[in-house]
Antibody
Framework: QVQLVQSGAEVKKPEASVKVSCKAS????????INWVRQAPGQGLEWMGW????????NYAQKFQGRVTMTTDTSISTAYMELSRLRSDDTAMYYC?????????????WGQGTLVTVSS | IQLTQSPSSLSASVGDRVTITCRAS??????LVWYQQKPGKAPKLLIY???TLQSGVPSRFSGSGSGTDFTLTISSLQPEDFATYYC?????????FGPGTKVDIK
């Protein structure tokens, strides 16, 4: 079965960087885009962008341009999301999600989430 | 594209028919997705392309609409349906989510 397993919780200081991993199994990793979505405590969902594991192509929300980098290592079916220059308002649960279709986007499988806490 | 949802929360009983509305600030054709999220869990895909039920999702869930106005309907609310529901537009970048509608027990 399709499964996405994310790395563990992180605590970072302001201005530091964090790199979250998302290991896929149960399907052909290069066949589906991986999206990243975050959720601040008690708040709604926020789309950050996607990566095409086949080509390495990315599309980032403008809000995160210059601070976010999404990469993949196809040899181990793992996607990564790195966010730099962290601020306190980056404290959130970060999810990776598989896009079942690039033409009618929908996220059919999600990781369990990685809590990133930014605090001095 | 901004999405608004109404109501922001509602209280309902098991067996009730529940309707949640999602409105887009501009037309998005049928590029609208609905997710359900329970506390401490990742979202779950319910409906895509505004009205297509995801495989494995109970048929009591249905979606409709196109352009700017969309609805999610739960025909007979079950205990496991108490959750927060989000719409998402996937027509224009950045993809955006609505603020959510929390459905709790009356």
């Amino acid at each position: 079965q399709v499964q996405l397993v994310q790395s563990g919780a992180e605590v970072k200081k302001p201005e530091a960087s964090v790199k979250v991993s998302c290991k896929a199994s149960g399907y052909t990793f290069t066949g589906y885009y991986i999206n990243w979505v975050r959720q601040a405590p008690g708040q709604g969902l926020e789309w950050m962008g996607w990566i095409n594991p086949d080509s390495g192509g990315t599309n980032y929300a403008q809000k995160f341009q210059g601070r976010v980098t999404m990469t993949t290592d196809t040899s181990i079916s793992t996607a990564y999301m790195e966010l730099s220059r962290l601020r306190s308002d980056d404290t959130a649960m970060y999810y990776c999600a598989r896009d079942e279709s690039s033409s009618w986007s929908r996220y059919d499988s999600w990781g369990q989430g990685t809590l990133v806490t930014v605090s001095s | 594209i901004q999405l608004t949802q109404s109501p922001s929360s509602l209280s309902a009983s098991v067996g009730d028919r529940v309707t949640i509305t999602c409105r887009a600030s501009q037309g998005i054709s049928s590029y609208l997705v609905w997710y359900q999220q329970k506390p401490g869990k990742a979202p779950k895909l319910l409906i895509y392309a505004a009205s297509t039920l995801q495989s494995g999702v109970p048929s009591r869930f249905s979606g409709s609409g196109s352009g700017t106005d969309f609805t999610l309907t739960i025909s007979s609310l079950q205990p496991e349906d108490f959750a927060t529901y989000y719409c998402q537009q996937v027509n224009n970048y950045p993809f955006t989510f609505g603020p959510g509608t929390k459905v709790d027990i009356k």
